[in-house]
């Protein structure tokens, strides 16, 4: 099993602390421990040379890489950085991110009913498989078990989906975040979660744990119980065995399969 430590990963916000959307599940609280934009190359000198590309979604879905292509192209040039890059839902193809990318992750909902009442925006199945399936470079889809206030609702068929398209999948596990719409919400039964997971292994070839899951007790049970799984992320029973972003690992753990 692959054991991966994210620490040499630097988290990026191309919007810095602002996010248009307040998403019930993150209310942007996560962009707090994302480094500017403007700050990488301070890090690119310092030797790191793998980031994650995200930042706040606006109205329309989209993270506005754009506005950043020059720096992103350049500082990846010069320092010979990776990137992974967190698209968010947009309806237009993000070609900028396909010619940066060295792989894509991206959330994925099979009910857009769910993405609604969490996102506050409207997505069919449809909109997101023409971007998701769209890129040359690699793509590795993300759900998030229990993402609808500890629910769950659409992982199931989400896995269903995604396994006519991809042979990876990245599951990650919701965490009540202080400062969030659903901060008092409980994180997903362990059972049930472990059920999805166990799921996923007969539909996918590679199948990890994702860096979002709940500390604590709950992070140990749920890590004891997932020794079926291709790797996880943020070990606790384990030291790690290599220190990446997990989409590169899901990427690799994908081609030593074939």
Do not use: W
């Amino acid at each position: 099993m692959v054991l991966v430590d994210t620490t040499p990963v630097v988290p990026v916000s191309v919007t810095g602390n602002f996010c248009p959307m307040n998403c019930k599940h993150c209310g942007g609280v996560y962009l707090k421990h994302m480094i500017p934009v403007q700050k990488m190359e301070e890090f690119a000198k310092d030797g790191r040379k793998i980031f994650l590309i995200s930042g706040g979604i606006t109205k329309d879905g989209r993270i506005p890489f754009d506005n950043h292509y020059i720096l992103l192209k350049t500082l990846k040039e010069k320092y010979n950085l990776r990137y992974n890059f967190h698209i968010g839902f947009p309806l237009e193809f993000p070609e900028k991110v396909d010619e940066l990318a060295d792989v894509v992750s991206a959330d994925f909902y099979a009910d857009p009913e769910v993405l609604k009442e969490v996102y506050g925006i409207e997505r069919s199945i449809k909109d997101q498989l023409d971007i998701i399936t769209s890129f040359k470079k690699p793509v590795v889809p993300h759900i998030t078990i229990g993402v609808l206030c500890g629910k769950i609702t659409h992982e199931y068929r989400a896995l269903d989906i995604l396994s006519d398209y991809f042979s990876s999948i990245v599951l990650n596990v919701f965490i009540p975040t202080r400062g969030t719409f659903y901060e008092n919400c409980p994180p997903p039964d362990i059972e049930e979660a472990e059920k999805i997971f166990r799921y996923a292994r007969r539909k996918f070839k590679a199948v990890f744990l994702g860096c979002m899951q709940p500390k604590g007790s709950y992070r140990t049970k749920l890590q004891r119980k997932l020794s079926f799984i291709d790797g996880i992320t943020k070990p606790v029973l384990e030291k790690a065995n290599t220190k990446n972003c997990c989409a590169f690992e899901v990427i690799q753990a994908h081609h030593s399969i074939f």
